[in-house]
């Protein structure tokens, strides 16, 4: 048996129980969370961590979508998110409502979703003010402003 066992093992179809230093605070509430759900405490753990890689693959998964946007495209997936109409995304960006369709039809079949609340769900937890802020001061400043801001501060 125990040649089996580790041929399984070596072809990488064994599941060998994985030794992972617990944080000892942790250990009440991993054992209150399996008593909750009627498992052991290991099987918690297991299901535990599973979630949490899940989790870290989709979210470095978005990464690598959003990063595949142009900055059009994110511009207006921003607004989208935020819950902006087509109209509102048009005048916000200078550009047709066609375009923002456009924009939109890109954005949505690169993250593979049908619509713009499915994006909003995809990207759900994400924080976008930072972002916007950055975007509405190019947006507020502008080139000649910035050329404005870099000769006052040449003359501070």
Request: proline share 3%; charged share 25%; hydrophobic share 40%.
């Amino acid at each position: 048996m125990q040649f089996f066992e580790q041929l399984l093992h070596n072809l990488g179809l064994s599941k060998q129980p994985t030794a992972v230093p617990l944080d000892p605070e942790l250990l009440p509430f991993l054992e209150k969370l399996a008593a909750q759900e009627g498992c052991t405490v290991a099987e918690m753990a297991e299901s535990l961590l599973y979630n949490a890689v899940h989790e870290r693959r989709t979210a470095v998964s978005h990464l690598q979508l959003w990063a595949e946007l142009t900055p059009r495209e994110k511009q207006t997936a921003v607004l989208a998110c935020l819950g902006h109409t087509n109209q509102e995304i048009a005048s916000r960006m200078v550009i047709s409502t066609n375009t923002v369709k456009t924009h939109m039809r890109h954005i949505l079949h690169k993250f593979n979703v049908g619509s713009k609340e499915e994006l909003r769900a995809v990207l759900a937890d994400w924080d976008f003010s930072d972002w916007l802020e950055d975007q509405e001061l190019i947006d507020t400043v502008g080139d000649q402003g910035l050329a404005n801001v870099d000769r006052k501060q040449e003359t501070d």
